[in-house]
T-cell receptor, first 114, second 118 residues
Framework: GNSVTQMEGPVTLSEEAFLTINCTYTATGYPSLFWYVQYPGEGLQLLLKATKADDKGSNKGFEATYRKETTSFHLEKGSVQVSDSAVYFC?????????????FGGGTRVLVKP | GAVVSQHPSWVICKSGTSVKIECRSLDFQATTMFWYRQFPKQSLMLMATSNEGSKATYEQGVEKDKFLINHASLTLSTLTVTSAHPEDSSFYIC??????????????FGNGTRLTVT
């Protein structure tokens, strides 16, 4: 079945530091890949997505590239802010026949200190 | 656009009572909605897929008689936790897809409901 593995947190950074959160996946066929962000006490918000190999999703300074050869979708941001402190989830959406269910990674908590 | 509203945002109830959580798609129609449960510092666990006009599809290990799902219209799905116990305390989140709901369409999430059973 489908699965998503992402690096465990927490990740603690100083403001303006470079952030990378690794995400790898296992899936049949050609899944779509997503990064969601969850701020404290809230639901999840879509951060970015990529629907085919070599696509790059980007939003709010975050980027992730769909790498089929390495089955990865690592999230990066060049200069983080305190407001980026949140939990980040990597997810994939698989075959249509499977009901397009989202499979989530375990989440990575990021704490940015001023 | 694509706003999912969830109500209430938090609820405290006594053991043995039932609690209903509502999930509404405010500006789009959702044939299918998803209900997730999230334990502290853990990922989301899909509980069930709610289908408008038909029975929900439950994931393995989720008690359908305990977590009643009703998807009465294209904009409303409800989750009722029946005879709640302290172990049901958790963060419940609903979500829905816009449009045809294909795999390229992201899910839009409600802000979640924190349930505490005393």
């Amino acid at each position: 079945g489908n699965s998503v593995t992402q690096m465990e947190g927490p990740v603690t950074l100083s403001e303006e530091a470079f952030l990378t959160i690794n995400c790898t996946y296992t899936a049949t066929g050609y899944p779509s890949l997503f990064w969601y962000v969850q701020y404290p006490g809230e639901g999840l918000q879509l951060l970015l997505k990529a629907t085919k190999a070599d696509d790059k999703g980007s939003n709010k300074g975050f980027e992730a590239t769909y790498r089929k050869e390495t089955t990865s979708f690592h999230l990066e941001k060049g200069s983080v802010q305190v407001s980026d402190s949140a939990v980040y989830f990597c997810a994939l959406s698989g075959r249509e026949a499977a009901g397009n269910k989202l499979t989530f990674g375990g989440g990575t908590r990021v704490l940015v200190k001023p | 656009g694509a706003v999912v509203s969830q109500h209430p945002s938090w609820v405290i109830c006594k053991s043995g009572t039932s609690v209903k959580i509502e999930c509404r798609s405010l500006d789009f129609q959702a044939t299918t909605m998803f209900w997730y449960r999230q334990f502290p510092k853990q990922s989301l666990m899909l509980m069930a897929t709610s289908n408008e006009g038909s029975k929900a599809t439950y994931e393995q290990g989720v008690e359908k008689d305990k977590f009643l799902i009703n998807h009465a219209s294209l904009t409303l799905s409800t989750l009722t936790v029946t005879s709640a116990h302290p172990e049901d305390s958790s963060f419940y989140i609903c979500s829905a897809r816009v449009g045809s709901g294909g795999k390229n369409s992201p899910l839009h999430f409600g802000n979640g409901t924190r349930l505490t059973v005393t």
